[in-house]
């Protein structure tokens, strides 16, 4: 029972830090979860290559019709919006 008080706010604290995480880079879970680095850890994301954002969605566009991943259009910009802020630093 001494302890109960503290579990939970360790709990809400997970929760809460979790929300948040999300909300900023809703983006990164979905990169994540559809496992794009089995390919792209050894074909590293290319600046140089994909030189501006409309090509970086397009190129997210591409490989999420490939994988069948079904992500809907805000979905593909949420990537997209993660992946420029990760690797790519384009101007939007
Ligand atoms: C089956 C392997 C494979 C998987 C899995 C994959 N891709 Fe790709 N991706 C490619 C290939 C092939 C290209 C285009 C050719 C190249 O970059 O050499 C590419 C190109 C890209 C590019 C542009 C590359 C650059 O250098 O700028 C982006 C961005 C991208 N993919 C995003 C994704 C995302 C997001 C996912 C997860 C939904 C994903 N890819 C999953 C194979 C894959």
Known sequence: M????LIIMGLSTILMSSAFANDEMPGKALHDDANCL???????Y?????NTF???????SFC???L????????IH??????????????K
């Open 64 to 66: 999420n019709d490939n």
């Open 2 to 5: 001494k302890h109960q008080p």
């Open 68 to 75: 069948n991943s079904g992500w809907f259009e805000d979905e």
């Open 54 to 60: 409309p090509k970086l969605v397009k190129a997210v």
């Open 38 to 44: 089995k390919c792209h850890a050894s074909k590293p």
């Open 78 to 91: 949420h990537v997209a919006e993660y992946l420029n802020a990760t690797y790519y630093h384009h101007p």
């Open 46 to 50: 290319n600046p140089a290559k994909t």
